[in-house]
């Protein structure tokens, strides 16, 4: 079975940090570009970060740029995305999406809220 699994959402005050993971099964991880994205109340679903099946490239978006770091460890069919001096405008639910050959994949999504 194709799944992602995030975790690693939750609450947090403005300027913290957050790390969140997600879990892939039933598909080549390795041969998979993998994505964070967002989505805020009211809001598009925007892309976060990107990291290439390797790990060798990776791409943010302007708004998180120098912030938020994406990892992968293909050993371990998992990514991260470790979020630092976070901001209110951050809160959202966070979803994993793998890519590749095969087709696409979505997790289920985790919540981060960014309050005082």
């Known amino acids: 079975q194709v799944q992602l699994v995030e975790s690693g959402g939750g609450l947090v005050q403005p300027g913290g940090s957050l790390r969140l993971s997600c879990a892939a099964s039933g598909f080549t991880f390795s041969r998979s570009a993998m994505s964070w994205y967002r989505q805020a109340p009211g809001k598009e679903r925007e892309l976060v970060a990107t990291?290439?099946?390797?790990?060798?490239?990776?791409t943010y978006a302007n708004s998180v740029k120098g912030r938020f770091t994406i990892s992968r460890e293909n050993a371990k069919n998992t990514v991260t995305l470790l979020m630092n001096r976070l901001k209110t405008e951050a809160t959202a639910v966070y979803y994993c999406?793998?890519?590749?050959?095969?087709?696409?994949?979505w997790g289920q999504g985790t919540q981060v809220t960014v309050s005082s």
């Open positions: 990291i290439s099946s390797t790990g060798g490239s990776t």
């Open positions: 999406n793998a890519w590749g050959g095969w087709g696409s994949v």
